[in-house]
């Protein structure tokens, strides 16, 4: 069955880097690109961006752009998202999300559980 | 700010049907796709490629689509199906990705 297992839970200061993995299974991993998609505590979803795990082409969000970084280990089928310069407000627990594209579409069909990432001074 | 606009709250009665909107520009050219979320869990897929319902996911969720808005209804809405619901779809370029901002569901 597929799955998506991420990276344990992270403390980080203002201004340090993050990097979170995502191991996937049961599935061929260079068939789906990977996205990662984080949540703020009681607030809504926000698509941080995407790999093409084939060819590993990349997409972010523009609000991010130059703060994060996604790759990916097709030897071990592993994601990983790198986010620097991190504040207060990337307080958020991370999912990772298998996706699926067509050109009327784009959804996510399997997620990850989750990684909270707390940046505290 | 979202590209896609949810109502915040919505509720129904136990066993009654309700239909939960997102709406948006690229809607007129994206399908929209629905996730389930209860505290503390990821999110679920219950409704992609604007109505097909992935296995497992019962029956009585459908989705369906008219000029910009989509909207997921659940017929006969259970106890279990209290959670938040957030639409996706393509942003108006088509080059990125948009989630709404959510609708939380309270079955009364």
């Known amino acids: 069955q597929v799955q998506l297992v991420q990276s344990g839970a992270e403390v980080k200061k203002p201004g340090a880097s993050v990097k979170v993995s995502c191991k996937a299974s049961?599935?061929?991993?260079?068939?789906?690109?990977i996205n990662w998609v984080r949540q703020a505590p009681g607030q809504g979803l926000e698509w941080m961006g995407w790999i093409g795990t084939y060819n590993g082409n990349t997409n972010y969000a523009q609000k991010l752009q130059g703060r994060v970084t996604v790759t990916t280990d097709t030897s071990t089928t592993t994601a990983y998202m790198e986010l620097r310069s991190l504040r207060s407000d990337d307080t958020a627990v991370y999912y990772c999300?298998?996706?699926?594209?067509?050109?009327?579409?784009?959804?996510?069909?399997?997620w990850g559980q989750g990684t909270l990432v707390t940046v505290s001074s | 700010s979202s590209e896609l606009t949810q109502d915040p709250a919505v509720s129904v009665a136990l066993g009654q049907t309700v239909r939960i909107t997102c709406q948006g520009d690229s809607l007129r050219s994206y399908y929209a796709s629905w996730y389930q979320q209860k505290p503390g869990q990821a999110p679920l897929l219950v409704i992609y490629?604007?109505?097909n319902r992935p296995s497992g996911i019962p029956d009585r969720f459908s989705g369906s689509s008219s000029g910009n808005t989509a909207s997921l209804t659940i017929t006969g809405a259970q106890a279990e199906d209290e959670a938040d619901y957030y639409c996706?779809?393509?942003?108006?370029?088509?080059?990125?990705?948009?989630f709404g901002g959510g609708t939380k569901l309270t079955v009364l």
């Open positions: 049961g599935y061929t991993f260079t068939s789906y690109s």
């Open positions: 996706n779809s393509r942003d108006s370029s088509g080059n990125h990705v948009v």
């Open positions: 490629d604007k109505n």
């Open positions: 999300a298998r996706g699926i594209s067509g050109s009327y579409l784009y959804y996510f069909d399997y």
